[in-house]
């Protein structure tokens, strides 16, 4: 039975209970490619681009080019969640905290989901025949938003050049595209004037105060995510990397095309209510899930590093 329970025994009488501010379930995961996984390791493949050779003479040999192949690895985690309901608790208080419980581990379930992919995004992605090769995000795909010459808030400037790194590297621009922001980072960007006019964007941002869509950009707010710790430094004019300033401490906002990242299932959220009987039949409240996820392509990942 978890210890706070005993916040709920009856001194006034009250028959309802009350969920704390919290992230309600997954933000992220209906913005990455879902599969279906089996077995603890599963390997996706991909296939590269080619280039089409000129035809110099008639009846030339056939010409073999190697399209090319490769593998990026996913391993699953397997999140659980228990929590016990004493028989005495039910009758020293009015309420049934079962369904409130269940509703809790599910949310908790989401939010590891969103865990997990924003560590696929901002990480290592495991590639070769056998997974064994390390792929770090390249310093190429991860900027960081400046003004005045140092480390600044989200910006649009930072936004343009996420976008213009996606178009470079000619991702599609029929699939969608995310970025992932936090609280900080919203009320920096609703401070800029091209994001708030109605000359710049169609999205009245002001009247919601949030941003929807910006520069082909869907906008998901998470508090979730990291602070950069690798010491990586950049150039405090274009927020490009560099030698200049050390980005450690900026929170790691990423931007991805739809399918750049995968999120593996391999156990649905599952959960169960029973009794226990080794516990005095106290009814444990349990879930359970497999999940992982992976970075599919460094292209269509850019790191946009913020304070």
């Known amino acids: 039975m978890s210890a706070q329970i005993t916040t709920a025994m009856v001194k006034q009488y009250s028959a309802n209970v009350f969920h704390l501010s919290q992230q309600k379930g997954s933000r992220l995961a ?43 690895r996913v391993t699953l985690e397997d999140y659980i969640y228990a929590d016990l309901i004493d028989s005495a608790d039910r009758i020293r208080t009015l309420i049934d905290p079962t369904s409130p419980y269940a509703q809790a581990a599910m949310w908790a379930m989401g939010r590891a989901k969103d ?19 390390t792929v770090a995000l390249p310093t190429a795909q991860r900027i960081h938003a400046v003004s005045g010459g140092a480390l600044s808030g989200m910006n ?13 590297a000619d991702v599609d621009p029929s699939i969608p595209r995310y970025c992932a922001i936090s609280s900080t980072d919203l009320f920096n960007l609703l401070g800029e004037t091209e994001v708030t006019s109605s000359d710049y964007n169609s999205v009245k941002a002001l009247v919601m105060g949030e941003v929807d869509t910006f520069l082909g950009f869907n906008f998901i707010r998470t508090e979730r995510l990291t602070s950069q710790s ?5 150039n405090v004019t274009t927020g490009l990397a560099g030698a200049g300033s050390n980005g450690d401490g900026s929170t790691q906002c990423f931007a991805w095309a739809q399918d750049g990242l995968l999120l593996a299932t391999g156990m649905e959220v599952r959960g169960r209510v029973d009794e226990r009987s080794d516990k005095n039949y106290s009814t444990q409240v349990y879930a ?14 850019v790191q946009i590093n913020a304070v």
């Open 230 to 234: 690798d010491g990586q430094t950049f």
């Open 156 to 168: 649009v400037a930072a936004l343009r050049r996420a976008k213009q790194i996606l178009d470079a």
């Open 115 to 133: 865990d997990e992919i924003i560590a696929a995004a901002n990480g290592n992605a495991y590639a070769g025949k056998e997974g064994g090769t």
């Open 288 to 301: 359970e899930m497999g999940v992982g996820a992976t970075r599919m392509e460094e292209a269509k990942v």
């Open 30 to 72: 209906m913005a990455v490619r879902n599969e279906s996984q089996r077995g603890e390791e599963q390997f996706w493949e991909r296939i590269g681009s080619v280039t089409a050779i000129k035809k110099t003479s008639r009846h030339m040999d056939t010409p073999q080019l190697d399209t090319p192949h490769s593998r990026r």
